[in-house]
């Protein structure tokens, strides 16, 4: 059965700290792997990782894929309280339906 | 408007009453999906339409469940006599058509649900 993990399922950082998110994968004919980040209602999307070693950066948070471990990552350096989100993973199947992870809330504390 | 667009932003019904939930997509986007999110649960997957093909509803809890998306453009989610674990946040996204990647969604604020 397809699936997708995230851990932690929650975090409480202060801020300035270095966080690091993980999501492990186990989808039939992977793809590709989707970040979003939702706050109140609408996740937004941030990164889309396909090949495994390279590094998706945007301002303090980076992403990158291992297709060996199946798994990715998603840092957040410096963290602000804006940061306090759910942090949510997902992987296309080859029907082009979405598994998504319960998420990682993570809150940053000033 | 150019996101995607939900309504109702919240409904509050009686068990047994049948809702519909709509979602106007971005414009030009093919691909629409309904997800559903409990309470501290992540997204589960209900259906997906893309373009005029038949739409994948392997996502669906039960026949009481259905949607329809008409003209391939405005899409409504009918949950007929609800219950109450149907309470949740009810998503839409849309995207540009398949590639073979996944393209990114993009997300409405969704329909809180609550089920008296």
């Known amino acids: 059965e397809d699936k997708v993990v995230q851990s932690p399922l929650s975090l409480v950082v202060h801020e300035g700290d270095t966080v690091t998110l993980n999501c492990s994968y186990e989808v039939t004919n992977f793809r590709s792997l989707l970040w979003y980040k939702q706050e109140k209602k609408a996740p937004t999307f941030l990164f889309m990782l396909t090949s495994s070693g390279i590094e998706k950066k945007s301002g303090r948070l980076s992403s990158i894929l291992d297709k060996k471990e199946l798994s990715s990552i998603l840092n957040i350096t410096a963290t602000q309280t804006g940061d306090s ?3 949510l993973c997902a992987v296309p199947n080859t029907g082009n339906q979405f598994y998504f992870g319960t998420g990682t809330s993570l809150t940053v504390i000033p | 408007g150019a996101g995607v667009s ?6 509050v019904t009686e068990k047994g009453k049948d809702v519909e939930l709509r979602c106007d997509p971005i414009s030009g986007h093919t691909a629409l999906y ?8 992540g997204l589960e997957f209900l259906i997906y339409f893309q373009g005029n093909s038949a739409p994948d509803k392997s996502g669906l809890p039960s026949d009481r469940f259905s949607a329809e ?11 007929q006599r609800t219950q109450q674990e149907d309470s949740a946040v ?7 058509g398949f590639t073979g990647l996944g393209q990114p969604q993009h997300f409405g604020d969704g329909t809180r649900l609550s089920i008296l």
């Open chain 2, 69 to 79: 998306r008409t003209g391939g453009s405005v899409s409504t989610l009918t949950i």
């Open chain 1, 85 to 87: 989100a759910i942090y």
């Open chain 2, 34 to 41: 309904w997800y559903r999110q409990s309470l501290g649960q």
């Open chain 2, 6 to 11: 939900q309504s109702p932003s919240n409904k």
């Open chain 2, 90 to 96: 009810y998503l839409c996204a849309s995207s540009l």
